[in-house]
């Protein structure tokens, strides 16, 4: 696509649900990324998939954080038994190769965990 | 460990004053150096990227970056403001095959 898409928009679920957070890249483009942005902090990094390599989980929080990137193209971040601290905007970017020239962002999902 | 600092939180400059936005970075290697601007609602738009070569980089938007290796900063400048300058600004570096490490932001209001 032109872009890259993430869906959602805007999220609200209740404390203890699970949610899915989709983020189509654009075509083409080998390595995805997933930030989390809360209020007042910068961009923390949680996850991201390049090729067909294993994916760097070192950002994950927590184990009910995961992550999975279908045929090298959409990805699906999980979040299961939500939390109010996981309240935050979710960013997805994609790249090129090792994302040197700059990443493509996407407008985020804003999850909200009441 | 890598890591980049915005040593300002907020920052309020009149419409058509000069701005400067300081970044620092720790890093070992020679990084790759990027300014991202974030409107309200919105996600991140790349204003400029430093890889090597001339020190001051031109970017979108009217902004250009300096290269200090010395003191191991990146400041964004533009020489007058406009209000739809009003953003939050990100300081980023990568290296290797490392994903883009982020400064904190620093938000900028314009006034008239």
């Known amino acids: 696509g032109a872009g890259v898409s993430q869906s959602p928009s805007n999220k609200v679920t209740e404390k203890g649900k699970d949610v899915e957070l989709r983020c189509d890249p654009i075509?083409?483009?080998?390595?995805l990324y997933w930030y989390r942005q809360s209020l007042g902090q910068g961009l923390e990094f949680l996850i991201y998939?390049?090729?067909?390599?294993?994916?760097?989980k070192s950002g994950l929080p927590s184990d009910r954080f995961s992550a999975e990137r279908t045929g090298g193209s959409v990805s699906t971040l999980t979040i299961q038994r939500t939390q109010q601290e996981d309240s935050a905007v979710y960013l997805c970017?994609?790249?090129f190769g090792t994302g040197r020239d700059g990443y493509t962002f996407g407008s985020g999902t804003r999850l909200t965990v009441v | 460990a890598q890591s980049v600092t915005q040593p300002d939180i907020h920052i309020t400059v009149s419409e058509g004053a000069s701005l400067e936005l300081r970044c620092n970075y720790s890093?070992?290697?020679?990084?790759?150096l990027f300014w991202y601007v974030q409107s309200p609602g919105q996600g991140l738009q790349l204003l400029l990227k430093?890889?090597?070569?001339?020190?001051l980089v031109q970017g979108i938007k009217g902004f250009e970056a300096e290269f200090k290796r010395s003191q191991s900063s990146f400041n964004l400048r533009k020489p007058s403001v406009h209000w739809s300058d009003a953003a939050e600004y990100f300081c980023?570096?990568?290296?290797?095959?490392?994903?883009?490490?982020f400064g904190k932001g620093t938000r900028l209001s314009v006034i008239a």
């Open positions: 430093y890889f090597s070569g001339d020190t």
């Open positions: 075509s083409g483009h080998t390595a």
């Open positions: 970017a994609s790249s």
């Open positions: 980023a570096v990568v290296s290797g095959n490392t994903p883009l490490v």
């Open positions: 890093y070992g290697a020679t990084p790759y």
């Open positions: 998939f390049q090729g067909n390599s294993a994916p760097d």
